[in-house]
């Protein structure tokens, strides 16, 4: 994680205000390898609330602004060279699209949060803007930024398992077991709230990551879908539950399960895959292990940070920090999609290719299919039908 | 477990020859408390075999025989009160139903291996046959005899967890992700075999124990399933994984995933039950304990043999027959069913009523369900429609 | 495990009356397997106690003893065939010597409790008895039948790791971190108790079978001990817990803590092993798998009942009576010392030889060293020299 | 963690070039929460060593030198308010004392690396320096600062335990289980060379992190030690492997075992705490959850983040920077040594007195102790006397 840094990138931030929790991961995400500075914000829509987290985190008073409009403006007005590379968009869902197409009209870089926009359509639009920007637009899928998801990946990749028949993906939450978004609770009430959140509740904020680790360590994407999904909770507008039967590309079935009233599970990310030959499991809450299996011969554990894993994975070596044994944690992997985005802007900055590892980060493509997986799930719990497929992106 | 024997238990088996498996955990089971004695076998349709296994057993020879059929006619030729009590059927389950039948015309009591019967028309008629014979039926869903699945039960029961939500039951087993029935591995054989499994393969063998269980531990019952179901193996003629999406009638939803391809998975059957203010986790592969959560608190692992379980659940004292840390296991669990049948049998033979407790064993109408569910999953892995509703039982 | 009986054994009993525990766990492991029957027993003191247990166990009343010494003489006084082959011994450690004296004074085998004798003389002398009197010895270290105990005695001895440079063995319970025997509690009484339990509390009671588990799986002997050891409960006589540090004759070194104040600990007795290429971990409440480490390279979870473990440990495939995934608990792993006892006296019986495999039990020998082990763990806790030294056994 | 940051620390660096391990911890912990700046550095010996890792982290390389004396002149030559307010010295342990002694004598705050000198004497030393100059010295014993270690400390604080009785404290790594330090690899070679890390090998570079957690959560300090030390790798100089019996000022008896040749494992560091009434566990390689037991009811896992963590443990939660699920790890818990000092700094700055929390960070009377203790293990090991006390320090 060594490389020579040319100069240090210029970050922005579009939310992330007060209150908030996912802005200061992507702060300290961004800012933990060195060759990153937080220069501007408009932290929220509310001007004093901005001016005050801009406050704390030090910043140039000049570059904390009270709307992303105002950042865009205010900073393509500053020297070329002294404005942001790119801005992190950390808002509720409805906000992103316009955010992210006001930056790439600016030539801004962007990262940003999912589910990726408020609905489909809105996706395949951002899509060709980020198209036709030519700018890096980098979403943060960050659980997939764990080595030992990596080193999940690249066995299958490898053949190590043979053909993937079957995958169980799971997020099991319980902090909306009760009605939070009721209280007042910041993070509650937009998540429960379908002009903030889209079509979905816990599918969107939730199911759309265990969506995507599973993809992403099969190499399959997921082409259909049978789905139950409930609101437990009395008077919720969106789901906070969900059960939905999976159809993959490649051959494979699979099961996921998502729910946010799942009572005492905190953050209960896990994924397994079975092939013909070999087994994965992952939980990210242990995430410095993956546990192995084969046909014979003992369950294995692989260890992050072990050179064995090395061996089999350039790609979850790159992504460790510490030895065996010294556990690195959600921001370390939040970390790991920054780190990328980084390099991959570092090297455009120099005219050169960036290094093919460092492309390993989440992209529009799958911001895309995440929103189509969120709306066929949705379709498909009102449907009679029992599969739902999903459009082609 | 000390209660007093009056007399001891005269059992009989029905399949259980060499090679088998199931059928001499029964006879440990039954045996593993004293007061039961083994003296009567039809343990294969091979009379050689029989003989073989009779002799390995010590039994006398007389008793041992070459057919159910022959079984009942010798033990009805024996003065009463030297005749079998009970007999145990462990053979595949397209013989099941013929054999209880034998059985209960002559008032002998039976305890049958799962699934119940070849199809839901047979498990009708034999419920029927049931009835009318007035004997003992228990069927050998042996998972609910560990002790912490009667703890769950009982808590759930007692209103701790409020109104259950959420279902995940799991049960992954690997042994069969190569094609080992065409090697002549027996069990693997019939349990792969339409005509002596009946109409689903994984899904009767292990998916009715996962349903089972989910219905035992939250006192729901399944009414409508939306299933996919696998065979992964090629040429493999019944299903070897399913997924299955649940709806309870108490207003649970659930997940049931059954695979007997997932690679290096052994006997991994599992319960995750989410309620409005609680939630319960168990794993068959480590039973002694089981783990709760609440609203606010601690996590709690629950461990079979403390104070505190035998006080929520004197079910769960009843089936414990050594401390905490000791670690029961499956043979015990099986054990805890024939003790509850065999504690129902005496106190029959007492003219008494049995314990409450005692009759904490599933019985045909468990076996019934469990039909109707195997079928109802199969039709609804065929249908295009969402959801498939089990008939009443 | 189906080895053909040539005839049933017939087993007597000493102690393991009303409210015991450990003779309950003795007769279920013997009949586990079939082949043994409980035919005669002296369980108590008491007169009236003995006799309500053998009525409880379905005993002929005539072969309910009121002593030892009074089973001696009715079963000699039986005809040759009908007596019992073997005796139990399930009392306090003080009765121990003169009930194992009688017996093999009448050519009776025995099977005893741990620790062996009231100290270390008597187990001199038992020693020299065994050897006089041509018969089975074994003592109850009931820990190395588990299956997966013998896999890592297996692959010690066969060289994974090395030679052997680091123990840890410990044996954490907490059911005696109060006053428990002032509260009339038969078990804590007694083993608080020197005149019951000899030198050592639980350094005799459990203690022996961690410094047991140490030497089995390593092949080594403790040679010198350097031990502190506390009776933390107020005024009690015997120690509660135990620290000590261990030197081996093959060059290891260790650490064993034993404690019976360990509040929340059930029976937590563990083992790991580090030699100069691989380690080993084992948790007896996690019987049915066991890790192991090397060099380099994931990891492994060896599990009970794999064809893996079958291949580099005959011992622990013969200790298998369930496939892998179907936890076996304590009771199997005691069954394991009775069948390879009774396997052997039937060896006898027969005047062959028996099957070397059948020869792994502990015998007298284990039991003199043992009782060494507590008097010198004893001695050195009294004195101010670091290290003291076993007598040569 | 949002305290107001009145201004931005500036940091200095003693140690940590090129392929050094933890002075890229150090700097990544002291940044991650913004208000430090790491503005200078005496990296290596090598100038050229020291100016590569000055460019690689982007500092002005007038403030790259040659060595800590260059540095401290160097930044003294500087306006105030300009200069280092600290530096980190993460060097091999016998330079440590001239350089805390330089800094303090420049009235430069000292963050220093454990052990904290080359032997007692200088430790001594160094505490009087300290309390002269009137600085913030803190040690980084590290594993303090994650939370779960602070909400074990205060429930032994709080009485939850009733008087601590037993203590099991462990370190165990792997990685020096050959003879790693003849190949050439830095980190081995330089911690088994007698003239750079002092007295012990294993004893002091995890021994006494294992010594100082087990005080630290107990609130009692080591007062004698019966110790077994040993060099398992052929021609070692350093012990690489100890066990050590413990006694407690208040009471407490434990054991320590620390091993760099325990094959297999990576960085286990854990401890175990049993009082009256309840025991504690905690492994540094899972360390956001805390196991505790009771006298009755289950047991209990404690989970960073969650409310009633916080409302039992305000130094947990002001140590807890993300949700309960979303793990923390090492480097978390290093900053948060770093956070207390820096705020203690801030306050300082401000003519404040810090907040009481702040205060929580190991300071030189620690590393006083743990040197002590080093010694006193290395010389119990070589007497023929049981015990060796500790002088006071």
Redesign the interface.
């Known amino acids: 994680m ?1 490389a ?2 040319d100069r ?1 990138l210029k970050m922005g931030m579009a939310g992330g205000g007060p209150r908030a ?1 996912i802005g ?2 992507h ?2 995400a961004a ?5 990153v500075e937080l220069v501007a914000g408009a932290f929220s829509s509310s001007p004093r609330k901005s001016r005050a987290k801009g ?4 910043l140039d008073p000049a570059r904390v602004y009270a709307s992303l409009e105002a950042l865009v403006a205010g900073e393509l007005a500053r020297p070329a060279g002294e404005r942001v590379d790119f801005v992190s968009i950390v808002t509720p869902n409805h906000l992103h699209f316009a955010m992210a197409r006001s930056l790439l009209a600016a030539g801004i870089h962007v990262v940003c949060e999912k589910p990726m926009t408020f609905d489909a359509a809105e996706a395949r639009r951002l899509r060709k803007l980020v198209a036709q920007a030519g700018c890096v637009f980098a979403l943060t899928h960050n659980y997939t930024g764990y080595p030992m998801v990596k080193l999940a990946r690249d066995l299958v990749r490898s053949g190590e ?1 043979g053909r993937v ?2 995958v ?1 993906a ?1 997020y099991h ?2 902090w909306l ?2 009605p939070l978004e009721r209280t007042g609770m910041k993070q509650a009430r937009w998540r429960t709230d379908p002009r903030q959140s889209g079509a979905a509740g816990s599918v969107g904020d939730i199911g759309t990551h265990a969506a995507n680790l599973a993809e992403y360590v099969t190499g399959q994407r997921i082409t259909a879908v ?3 999904i ?1 609101a ?1 909770v009395t008077r919720r507008k969106l789901d906070d ?1 969900a ?1 939905v ?3 993959f590309d490649g051959g494979a ?3 996921l ?1 998502a ?1 946010q ?8 990310l896990s994924l ?1 895959v ?6 994965l499991r992952w939980r ?5 292990t993956l546990q ?12 992050r ?4 894993v090395a061996a089999r994975s350039p790609a979850a070596a790159r992504a460790t ?12 992997a939040f970390a790991n999609v920054y780190a990328n985005v980084c390099d991959t802007l570092r090297a455009r900055l120099r005219g050169a290719d960036p290094d093919p590892l460092a492309l390993d980060y989440p992209t529009v493509d799958d911001g895309l299919h995440g929103m189509l997986f969120i709306e066929a799930v949705v379709a ?1 719990a009102r ?5 739902t497929r999903l459009p082609r992106s």
């Open positions: 060594a020579a840094l240090s929790f200061d991961v702060r300290r800012l933990l390898d060195g060759g406050r704390e985190l030090g398992l028949r079957k169980v799971e939450q319980g077991a009760t049978a789905a139950d409930n437990f539950d059960g039967l999976l159809r079935r699979g099961l399960s729910s009233v799942a009572v005492g599970e905190e953050n209960g397994r079975y092939g013909e030959r070999g087994g990210q809450e242990a995430p410095n192995a299996t084969s046909l014979d011969g003992p369950q294995q554990t692989w260890s940070g072990q050179d064995h920090r510490l030895p065996s044994g010294h556990p690195e944690g959600f921001i370390e498909s449907s009679r039908e029992k599969w």
